[in-house]
Structure formats: structure tokens, C-alpha cells
């Protein structure tokens, strides 16, 4: 199972990233919100919008999660 975090800060169009830890992309440590070990990215992403609603995949580490465009 892969660890996930969701980035605090949203990014211009609103949706709040969730990362698999030791993505690229990962945002800074202070803007990390840890959400736990899951089997997939949709577990993570269910759990992310408990607190961010729009939670989205990221494009990169996790793109079958990844269901918007950046604006």
C-alpha cells in the first residue's frame, strides 16, 4: 500500500492535489495534510474530500484519480 498526502493549498482552479509520496510534485512539507496508506489512489481521494471537497488526483503520481484539467 502507498502513502498519500493532500496539499493544503489549493491551486488556482481550486482543487486541492493528492499526491503518492515521493512524487515530483509533492507539495511542501507545511502543506502536506497526511491521509494514511491506501491500495489505490481513489481511496486517497475519497478521504482527502472529507476535508477538501474538490480534492483531485495529481496529473502525475496519480493520474487515474486525475479528473479535471488545470484551468
Known amino acids: 500500500m502507498d502513502r498519500y498526502c493532500v496539499n ?3 491551486q ?3 482543487d486541492h ?3 503518492k ?3 515530483t510534485f509533492m507539495p511542501l ?4 495534510h497526511y ?4 491500495s489505490n489512489c481513489y481511496g486517497a481521494v475519497m478521504a482527502a474530500r472529507l476535508y477538501y471537497p474538490t480534492a483531485n488526483g495529481c496529473a502525475f503520481c496519480s493520474y487515474a484519480c486525475h479528473t ?3 484551468d
Not at 29 to 32: E, T
Not at 35 to 38: D, F, I, T, V, Y
Open 8 to 10: 493544503t493549498r489549493a
Open 12 to 14: 488556482a482552479n481550486g
Open 17 to 19: 492535489e493528492v499526491h
Open 35 to 38: 491521509l494514511g496508506a491506501h
Open 68 to 70: 479535471r484539467l488545470s
Open 29 to 32: 512539507p507545511q502543506n502536506q
Open 21 to 23: 509520496e515521493g512524487c
